[in-house]
């Protein structure tokens, strides 16, 4: 497996960065997954957009976007593989032992994992802890994820793929690697950036297609909706058909699964919408 790092490929057993490096010790750092079918990585040019978005927020370098082009397609060719998810981090870099950062550059490392479809449908869980909709890091895709590590470990003990969160204000906002729709009376909704929740490309796409619209919503919209139904990268459009103890008989319900397809045709006929 061949990786990119310091401007070029690298194996990946003999591949090293810093262990003073900020993405580490203090997780000073951002990230994108990208899905990649055949070698082709989908909507890239959205996810390069929030990478850079991301860096701003951190007050981190603007990103090198023809590097990290180079380096993606440059690992893509590297490792083939039918359906693969890659990983572009981008660190403060080597640095102190504390917050402040060093004199260095930032770490950018492209790696690529093989990945499967998902099934059709999922169980979720929701947790007691809350997004904060107005912090620092809100809205940006950072590698401070242990929040969502912890989340997604209570999800696996009961049996689910995904943690709901609420925010502050007990809206319901986004799960820990997804975005959330819900149905209600035929019409499809979803929390607003303002939620605190992450702007999915999914969700950007889901909402563009189907005309799914902003909504704050209570958390308990959860036992009431019609339908749920999870995006992300790698999730694409996933019906959920358990939420906590709560059984959603016959999905993916018909709005989810006209959804589902929309979304297939539309990204399967455009790999960079
Ligand atoms: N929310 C969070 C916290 C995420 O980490 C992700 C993706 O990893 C998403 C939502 C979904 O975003 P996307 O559709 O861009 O994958």
């Not at 203090?26 to 990230?31: E, N, R, S």
């Not at 976007?65 to 693969?84: F, K, S």
């Not at 209600?184 to 607003?192: A, F, R, S």
Request: with cysteine; proline share 5%; net charge negative.
């Amino acid at each position: 497996m061949k990786i990119w790092l310091d401007g070029g490929l690298q194996d990946i057993e003999s591949a090293r960065v810093s262990v003073f490096d900020h993405g580490l010790t203090v997780g000073d750092g951002i990230f994108e997954t990208v899905k990649a079918v055949d070698g082709r990585p989908f909507a890239l040019t959205r996810h390069l957009d929030r990478l850079t978005r991301s860096a701003r927020g951190l007050g981190l370098p603007d990103p090198d976007l023809d590097e990290v082009r180079r380096a993606c397609a440059a690992v893509l060719e590297a490792n083939p593989m039918p359906l693969g998810r890659l990983r572009i981090t981008y660190t403060g870099g080597h640095g102190p032992l504390g917050s402040d950062r060093g004199e260095h550059g930032p770490t950018l490392v492209v790696a690529l994992g093989e990945t499967a479809r998902r099934p059709d449908s999922t169980a979720v869980v929701t947790v007691p802890w809350t997004r904060n909709e107005r912090g620092a890091l809100t809205g940006l895709k950072t590698t401070s994820y242990a929040e969502n590590v912890v989340a997604l470990a209570r999800a696996h003990e009961h049996g689910a793929t995904e943690a709901l969160f609420a925010n502050t204000v007990g809206q319901l906002c986004e799960g820990t690697g997804s975005n959330v729709f819900v149905v209600l009376d035929g019409e499809i909704h979803t929390p607003p950036l303002a939620s605190g929740c992450l702007a999915g490309i999914t969700r950007q796409l889901v909402i563009e297609w189907t005309g799914a619209k902003e909504t704050d919503l209570p958390l308990d919209v959860l036992e009431r909706a019609e339908e749920i139904f999870l995006t992300s990268t790698l999730r694409d459009v996933q019906a959920v058909h358990r939420v906590d103890a709560r059984e959603l008989t016959g999905t993916p319900g018909p709005v989810t699964a006209k959804a589902m397809r929309v979304f297939d045709e539309r990204a399967g006929a455009d790999l960079d919408p």
